[in-house]
């Protein structure tokens, strides 16, 4: 059974009238609550609330779905219900992030690893969502900051996040590999060690990015590696 039609399932299973952010909670009382069907609502769902944030929805904006999932000729429909029943919620987007956190986070305790990953996994897909168009938004950088906020992601976390995918944001080696600033480099090799392996497809899959996101970590790699190569150069030199 594709994802595309277990998402559709989930969605059979809303009650009539009810609106899409209670597929959160449907989810999260699942006996084996299905973290790719839920990411992967997230990410459409946040996605059209976000594409308001620079004040237009545009065709590149809703085509970028397409860019980090790969959807299979005849499941679009799946896609598109999604992303309407969205954007016709009147929830705002602050109730979709509380409801996706306790997704992924149930007790609200403090992030266990696999939920910080796959939280920070959910933030940078929507990144890449609000640059699809070529452009940020300071709209769109308020939007994720509390996004990230409401998951319970720190400053520094999202700072990282955001240098890694936005062109002319505030960057440097540091901050890409989430390390202070007086790190040594044998700090710099473990970091850049670690964000690698966990950006490994195999490794995304287990904590519920869907296969279907194929190329949600290509800028990350390309950002995590460009950046232990300045350190490394610049140790070396």
């Known amino acids: 059974m594709s994802l595309w039609t277990r998402i559709s399932e989930a969605l059979a299973a809303l009650a009539r009238g009810e609106p899409l952010s209670a597929v959160f909670d449907l989810l999260r009382g699942a006996v084996s609550p299905e973290r790719s069907v839920g990411f992967t609502i997230a990410v459409i769902a946040l996605g059209a609330k976000m594409a308001k944030a620079d004040g237009s929805v545009s065709r590149e904006e809703v085509t970028a779905f397409r860019r980090i999932f790969s959807v299979p000729e005849g499941e679009e429909a799946h896609a598109a219900r999604v992303f309407n ?7 705002g987007f602050d109730a979709y992030a509380r409801k996706i956190a306790k997704l992924f986070n149930p007790e609200g305790r403090a992030l266990c690893a696999d939920d910080h990953h796959i939280l920070v996994d959910l933030l940078e897909a929507l990144f890449q969502v609000a640059l699809a168009d070529g452009s940020y938004h300071p709209g769109e950088d308020e939007f994720l900051r509390h996004v990230a906020g409401i998951f319970g ?3 520094p976390c999202f700072r990282a996040v955001r240098a890694r995918l936005v062109e002319g944001a505030p960057r440097d080696p540091w901050d890409v590999l989430g390390i202070a600033r007086d790190a ?3 700090e710099a090799r473990a970091a850049w060690k670690s964000l690698v392996r966990d950006t490994h497809p ?7 990015v869907p296969p279907e996101a194929v190329h949600l970590a290509e800028r990350r790699l390309i950002a995590i590696n460009a950046a232990w190569k300045e ?6 030199a």
């Open 85 to 91: 029943l969205a954007r016709e919620d009147v929830a």
């Open 153 to 155: 992601l720190d400053e």
């Open 184 to 186: 040594d480099l044998s």
């Open 202 to 208: 195999d490794v995304m899959a287990a904590r519920g």
């Open 231 to 236: 350190l490394s150069e610049a140790k070396a």
